[in-house]
């Protein structure tokens, strides 16, 4: 069973940062670490996914230039660097693993996590 432990959320002003964490262990088969959110009233969509082996990351297009995504050197930590945020980056915002490739759709992805709430207030 995977089990994952995620932190960073908060509540910030526009135009502020924030940097969500998530570790995951008892799951040597990861391949693919990704971000998903969800809003109230919306369906969970991709934020953004690396590969555990290198490679390049991706991006929804409405994150791209403004969120980052990486792996610490032990590769079971995936971090999401959240710049420039605005109100419609509300949401709660799930760590995912796969053991296969990377995509940004939600339903091939097995391993969740609890979520963590960013709320961005204007």
């Known amino acids: 069973q995977v089990q994952i432990v995620e932190s960073g959320g908060g509540s910030v002003q526009a135009g502020g940062s924030l940097r969500l964490s998530c570790t995951i262990l008892n799951y040597p088969y990861t391949k693919c670490m990704g971000w998903f959110r969800q809003a109230p009233g919306k369906e969970r969509e991709g934020v953004a996914a690396?590969?555990?082996?290198?490679?390049?990351?991706l991006y929804a297009d409405a994150v791209k230039g403004r969120f980052t995504v990486s792996l610490d050197d032990a590769k079971n930590t995936v971090f999401l660097q959240m710049n420039s945020l605005n109100p419609d980056d509300t949401a709660m915002y799930y760590c995912?693993?796969?053991?296969?490739?990377?995509?940004?759709?939600?339903?091939?992805?097995?391993?969740w996590g609890q979520g963590t709430q960013v709320t961005v207030s204007s």
């Open positions: 690396i590969y555990t082996d290198g490679g390049d990351p």
């Open positions: 995912a693993v796969r053991g296969a490739y990377c995509e940004l759709y939600a339903p091939l992805f097995g391993g």
